[in-house]
């Protein structure tokens, strides 16, 4: 099987990529990525090249998304602009590449007589206060990042029920693990520990989300992408939920930091208080999550403390601007 990976040099992407080669010797991939600040070639270093090539472009240019997409079987789209905070600070961007990117894709996909899998988030069920998220839960996103995703969501479904398009969906909960842009919580979290910086938190920190170790969620993927059916939805559910505030303390545990590094900060407008997913469909396919929060954690603290050429180049230019615009402070040194 060729297939393209759109989004692919952002972090989940990224993961997948590695993950999907390494597992199955015969596949080759091409990554389509137009390298905004959240995609890295760094982060596919060391793949097999001769398995795999990479086009910088903009999933929302047609002709390229058509020209690469030719010989391949399939189109996994990782493509998104991914942060909360930021689609609240400027919607625009999330909607043209989440939802008008998708359309460009699927269209692609359906002249191609080729599988669409949709990369999609928990965020668009909305907040659940008690119980879980099923793939039958209503649609009730809160944020511009979440609306968008849904908006793409929604295409897919379109494209599959009014043409017939082998297209599918999975959503899945908070990813964690290496190459993790330090814009989200548990990288954020771990740099600042590392460097010994406040821990910003927002709100009283008591929100809860469905962690999932991002190797997980990449055998998930296959799962769906090999055995689900076009049309349907496959949730996909980390194996433990977890407060803002026990991710915080268990990071700064496990980097021998103190508590007092915690400082709670504005909220972020319209957050919502709790994520859960149930994953019994994808369940269904054979799929199951090998690695639990304690696990997971703390292999990820490991990583980022082992790789610190990874994370150095990140902390100055961009990312720095955007954490002095958002938190009213310099990002320290
Ligand atoms: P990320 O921000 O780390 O990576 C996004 C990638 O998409 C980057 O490489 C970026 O350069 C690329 N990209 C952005 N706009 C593009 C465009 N117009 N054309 C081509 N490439 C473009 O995001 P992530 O955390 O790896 O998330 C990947 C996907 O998974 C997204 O669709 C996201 O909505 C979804 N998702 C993420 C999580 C999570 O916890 N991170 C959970 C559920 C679903
Ligand atoms: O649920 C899946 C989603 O998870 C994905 O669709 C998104 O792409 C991904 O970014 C993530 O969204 P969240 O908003 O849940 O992740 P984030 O890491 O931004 O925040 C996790 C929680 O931590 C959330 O309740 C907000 C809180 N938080 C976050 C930051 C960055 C803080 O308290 N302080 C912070 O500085």
Same mark, same amino acid.
């Given at each position: ?28 991939? !091409?990554? /389509?990525?137009?390298?905004?600040? +959240? *995609? ?8 097999? $090249?001769?398995?795999? =090539? ?49 359309? !460009?894709? /699927?269209?692609?996909?359906?002249? +191609? *007589? ?8 928990? $965020?668009?069920?909305? =907040? ?206």
């Amino acid at each position: 099987m060729k297939i393209m990976v759109t989004g692919g040099a952002g972090f989940i992407g990224s993961n997948y990529v590695h993950h999907h080669l390494e597992k199955f010797p015969e596949d080759e991939i !091409v990554v /389509l990525d137009k390298l905004t600040y +959240a *995609g890295r070639l760094a982060n596919l270093e060391g793949v097999p $090249e001769q398995r795999f =090539s990479f086009v910088e472009a903009d999933i929302c240019d047609r002709e390229t998304s058509r020209r690469t997409l030719d010989g391949c079987d399939a189109i996994v789209n990782f493509a998104a602009e991914s942060h909360v905070d930021r689609s609240i600070e400027a919607p625009g961007e999330f909607i043209t590449t989440d939802v008008f990117g998708t359309y !460009v894709l /699927l269209e692609a996909a359906r002249d +191609a *007589g080729i599988r669409h899998l949709q990369i999609s988030t928990d $965020e668009v069920y909305g =907040s659940i206060d008690e119980g879980s998220f099923t793939e039958a839960s209503p649609i009730d996103p809160s944020s511009p990042y979440s609306a968008s995703k849904a908006g793409g969501d929604m295409i897919v479904s379109a494209f599959n029920h009014t043409y017939g398009a082998d297209s599918l969906t999975v959503r899945a909960s908070n990813n964690y693990g290496p190459q993790q842009h330090p814009e989200k919580l548990i990288p954020l979290v771990i740099l600042n520990a590392i460097h010994g910086d406040p821990i910003p938190v927002y709100g009283d920190g008591k929100q809860v989300r469905n962690w999932l170790f991002v190797r997980d969620f990449c055998t998930a993927i296959d799962a769906v992408l090999v055995n689900g059916q076009a049309g349907e939805v496959y949730n996909v559910g980390g194996p433990d939920e977890e407060t803002n505030l026990d991710v915080v303390k268990a990071i700064l545990a496990l980097t021998g930091r103190d508590e007092s590094l915690i400082t709670y900060v504005e909220d972020r407008l319209g957050h919502d208080l709790r994520y859960s997913l149930s994953a019994a469909k994808t369940q269904a396919l054979g799929w199951k999550a090998a690695v639990n929060f304690a696990q997971g954690i703390e292999s990820t603290v490991a990583w980022y403390r082992d790789n610190p050429q990874w994370w150095q180049a990140l902390r100055s230019g961009e990312y720095r601007e955007y954490y002095e615009r958002q938190y009213g402070v310099d990002l320290g040194a």
